[in-house]
Protein backbone atom coordinates (compact mmCIF):
# COMPACT_ATOMS: atom_id res chain seq x y z
CA UNK A 1 0.00 0.00 0.00
CA UNK A 2 1.35 3.85 -0.96
CA UNK A 3 0.38 6.64 1.00
CA UNK A 4 0.59 10.37 0.09
CA UNK A 5 -0.75 12.74 3.18
CA UNK A 6 -0.44 16.37 2.29
CA UNK A 7 -2.51 19.42 3.56
CA UNK A 8 -0.85 20.05 7.13
CA UNK A 9 1.16 23.25 7.88
CA UNK A 10 1.39 26.05 10.42
CA UNK A 11 -2.26 27.65 11.28
CA UNK A 12 -3.00 30.34 13.96
CA UNK A 13 -5.66 29.14 16.67
CA UNK A 14 -8.97 29.25 14.95
CA UNK A 15 -7.94 28.66 11.91
CA UNK A 16 -8.47 25.62 9.22
CA UNK A 17 -6.35 23.54 7.46
CA UNK A 18 -7.84 20.36 4.87
CA UNK A 19 -5.97 17.39 4.95
CA UNK A 20 -5.46 15.28 2.38
CA UNK A 21 -4.13 11.57 1.52
CA UNK A 22 -4.34 9.51 -1.35
CA UNK A 23 -3.58 6.08 -1.66
CA UNK A 24 -3.01 2.87 -4.00
CA UNK A 25 -2.05 -0.32 -4.04
CA UNK A 26 -5.40 -1.60 -2.28
CA UNK A 27 -9.69 -1.44 -3.46
CA UNK A 28 -9.76 1.85 -1.92
CA UNK A 29 -13.80 2.20 -2.38
CA UNK A 30 -14.03 -0.80 -0.58
CA UNK A 31 -12.15 -0.04 2.95
CA UNK A 32 -12.51 2.03 5.93
CA UNK A 33 -10.31 5.32 6.01
CA UNK A 34 -9.05 6.72 9.18
CA UNK A 35 -7.28 9.48 10.05
CA UNK A 36 -4.89 9.40 13.51
CA UNK A 37 -2.62 12.05 15.40
CA UNK A 38 0.39 11.93 17.45
CA UNK A 39 1.45 14.51 19.41
CA UNK A 40 5.32 14.68 20.51
CA UNK A 41 6.00 12.24 23.68
CA UNK A 42 1.92 10.73 23.17
CA UNK A 43 0.61 7.99 21.76
CA UNK A 44 -0.80 7.77 18.57
CA UNK A 45 -4.69 8.12 18.69
CA UNK A 46 -7.52 8.16 16.00
CA UNK A 47 -9.15 11.10 15.33
CA UNK A 48 -11.56 10.26 12.62
CA UNK A 49 -13.14 7.20 10.67
CA UNK A 50 -15.03 7.18 7.59
CA UNK A 51 -16.70 3.74 6.21
CA UNK A 52 -15.97 2.26 2.34
CA UNK A 53 -19.38 4.16 1.04
CA UNK A 54 -18.67 7.20 3.56
CA UNK A 55 -22.61 6.72 4.92
CA UNK A 56 -21.15 6.22 8.32
CA UNK A 57 -18.17 8.33 10.36
CA UNK A 58 -16.79 8.14 14.10
CA UNK A 59 -14.97 10.79 15.72
CA UNK A 60 -13.08 11.34 18.79
CA UNK A 61 -15.35 13.42 21.15
CA UNK A 62 -12.55 16.49 21.49
CA UNK A 63 -12.92 17.14 17.38
CA UNK A 64 -16.73 16.77 16.91
CA UNK A 65 -18.18 19.46 15.31
CA UNK A 66 -14.68 20.72 13.86
CA UNK A 67 -13.51 18.06 11.80
CA UNK A 68 -15.14 16.37 9.19
CA UNK A 69 -13.67 13.35 7.37
CA UNK A 70 -14.52 12.66 3.27
CA UNK A 71 -13.58 10.63 0.62
CA UNK A 72 -13.47 10.25 -3.06
CA UNK A 73 -13.22 7.02 -4.06
CA UNK A 74 -13.19 8.45 -7.65
CA UNK A 75 -9.67 9.81 -6.46
CA UNK A 76 -9.02 7.36 -3.69
CA UNK A 77 -8.48 10.20 -1.65
CA UNK A 78 -10.21 10.71 2.06
CA UNK A 79 -9.94 14.39 3.28
CA UNK A 80 -10.08 15.99 6.72
CA UNK A 81 -11.65 19.43 7.20
CA UNK A 82 -10.26 20.92 10.31
CA UNK A 83 -11.90 24.11 11.35
CA UNK A 84 -11.71 26.22 14.48
CA UNK A 85 -8.24 24.41 15.54
CA UNK A 86 -6.50 24.52 18.84
CA UNK A 87 -3.00 24.46 20.33
CA UNK A 88 -4.05 21.04 21.49
CA UNK A 89 -5.11 19.96 17.71
CA UNK A 90 -0.90 19.82 17.40
CA UNK A 91 0.29 16.49 16.09
CA UNK A 92 1.83 14.63 13.46
CA UNK A 93 -1.31 13.48 11.40
CA UNK A 94 -1.38 10.10 9.40
CA UNK A 95 -3.46 8.28 7.10
CA UNK A 96 -4.86 4.82 7.78
CA UNK A 97 -6.03 3.21 4.67
CA UNK A 98 -7.90 0.25 4.70
CA UNK A 99 -7.69 -0.08 8.57
CA UNK A 100 -10.45 -2.00 9.87
CA UNK A 101 -13.78 -0.14 11.23
CA UNK A 102 -13.38 -1.43 14.56
CA UNK A 103 -9.16 -0.66 14.94
CA UNK A 104 -9.73 2.66 13.62
CA UNK A 105 -12.77 3.51 16.24
CA UNK A 106 -10.93 2.23 19.21
CA UNK A 107 -13.55 -0.64 19.92
CA UNK A 108 -10.54 -3.35 19.18
CA UNK A 109 -6.80 -2.05 20.23
CA UNK A 110 -4.73 -5.32 19.19
CA UNK A 111 -2.76 -6.41 21.47
CA UNK A 112 -0.30 -9.00 18.94
CA UNK A 113 1.76 -7.49 16.61
CA UNK A 114 0.22 -9.75 14.13
CA UNK A 115 -2.99 -7.49 14.44
CA UNK A 116 -1.88 -4.05 14.53
CA UNK A 117 -2.34 -1.79 11.90
CA UNK A 118 0.91 -1.50 9.56
CA UNK A 119 0.04 0.27 6.62
CA UNK A 120 0.86 4.11 7.74
CA UNK A 121 2.02 6.87 5.74
CA UNK A 122 4.58 9.78 7.07
CA UNK A 123 2.31 12.24 8.04
CA UNK A 124 1.59 15.55 7.70
CA UNK A 125 2.58 18.15 10.32
CA UNK A 126 0.10 20.45 12.06
CA UNK A 127 0.74 23.02 14.38
CA UNK A 128 -1.59 25.13 15.90
CA UNK A 129 -0.23 28.55 17.27
CA UNK A 130 -1.73 30.79 19.78
Known amino acids: VQVAESGGGLVQAGGSLRLSCTAS????????MGWFRQAQGKDRESVAC????????HYRDSVKGRFTISRDNAKNTVYLQMNNLKPEDTAMYYC????????????????????????WGQGTQVTVST
Open 50 to 57: ISWGGTQT
Open 25 to 32: GLKFADRT
Open 96 to 119: APGIHWDKCTGVWVPENEGDKFKD
